[in-house]
């Protein structure tokens, strides 16, 4: 599968941005979907993650209750929606594919497909 990240950019710090990721391929609808960010000098962090049909969802402690995740297999997408924003989501933020299993999916390692990064840069 592969994956193509959108909707990054430069907000102050309380606003909103929305994330998309389009994937390709006709099996989108099996894969776990996860959205990670990562920072200059810094380990790639887990933000969130959802199954294949969008009845569970995982969220970082540092954004629960400000992101949502959500997806859509009629459009192969997923979204990151984040409100609230700090300075400190200031990061790359990757969308990431893996197919469901024991692994968990809070762990950069278990995802093999990956896109590009689109940059969030959140003023103060």
């Known amino acids: 599968v592969q994956l193509q990240a959108s909707g990054g950019g430069l907000v102050q710090a309380g606003g909103s941005l929305r994330l998309s990721c389009a994937a390709s391929?006709?099996?989108?609808?099996?894969?776990?979907m996860g959205w990670f960010r990562q920072v200059p000098g810094k380990e790639r962090e887990f933000v969130a993650a959802?199954?294949?049909?969008?009845?569970?969802?995982y969220y970082a402690d540092s954004v629960k209750g400000r992101f949502t995740i959500s997806r859509d297999n009629a459009k192969n997408t997923v979204y990151l929606q984040m409100n609230s924003l700090k300075p400190e989501d200031t990061a790359v933020y990757y969308c990431?594919?893996?197919?469901?299993?024991?692994?968990?999916?809070?762990?950069?390692?278990?995802?093999?497909?990956w896109g590009q990064g689109t940059q969030v840069t959140v003023s103060s």
């Open positions: 990431a594919a893996r197919s469901p299993g024991p692994n968990s999916s809070f762990y950069s390692r278990n995802y093999p497909y």
């Open positions: 391929g006709r099996t989108f609808n099996r894969y776990t």
């Open positions: 959802i199954n294949w049909n969008g009845g569970d969802t």
